[in-house]
């Protein structure tokens, strides 16, 4: 066994290894649970509610604000479900990091133009006086850092992967 900074290799500790696929186990699942409550959340809020909360970011077209306020949603439920169960995991994981990163940047520009609302996150929309932009993006960088961690890693238990044999002990 190596000894000293050598043992400690990325993956290549006997303790991580034994680890790390149930850390991944509760990565996916904890990234499961904030895509479904977000897209769920979504889902039930009245249309035109779904539609200002993406218009309000004026960055997409008109034509695009009702796909997208239906699409992203269901998007969001359908990544969760396939989290849960573990199927196309590191794929999956990487689909919910790009949405974290479309948005953070979202969040970003929003705020660096003097916009004042609602992220719509987690449902709801409109003009708020004090938006907590700030920590919302420490919020999905958190959520991007699990994304990240299940992309590099994809090896779990109780996946639907390992019964296809994509990862195996």
């Known amino acids: 066994m190596a000894t000293g900074a050598a043992a400690w290799k990325f993956g290549e500790n006997a303790t991580f290894r034994t ?3 149930w850390l991944t186990t509760a990565a996916r699942l904890g990234l499961a649970v904030v895509l479904f409550w977000a897209g ?3 889902i039930n ?3 035109g509610l779904r ?3 993406v218009s309000e970011y004026q960055v997409l077209p008109d034509g695009m604000v009702n796909v997208v306020s239906i699409g992203l949603p269901l998007l969001e439920i359908c990544l969760a479900i396939m989290l849960v169960v573990g199927f196309a995991t590191r794929f999956t994981a990487a689909a919910g990091g790009l949405l974290m990163v479309i948005f953070i940047a979202g969040i970003i520009s929003a705020w660096s133009r003097g916009l004042r609302i609602n992220c719509g ?3 709801g929309a409109g003009q708020v006086a004090d938006p907590h932009y ?3 993006i420490f919020r999905d960088l958190g959520f ?3 994304a990240a961690w299940i992309v590099a890693l994809p090896k779990s238990k109780l996946a639907l992967d390992r019964l296809l044999g994509l990862y195996t002990d």
């Open 45 to 47: 809020e009245a249309p």
């Open 134 to 136: 700030l920590r919302e």
């Open 121 to 123: 996150c987690f449902g």
């Open 144 to 146: 991007l850092a699990l």
């Open 51 to 53: 539609q200002l909360a």
């Open 40 to 42: 769920w959340a979504k």
């Open 19 to 21: 680890f790390q696929p």
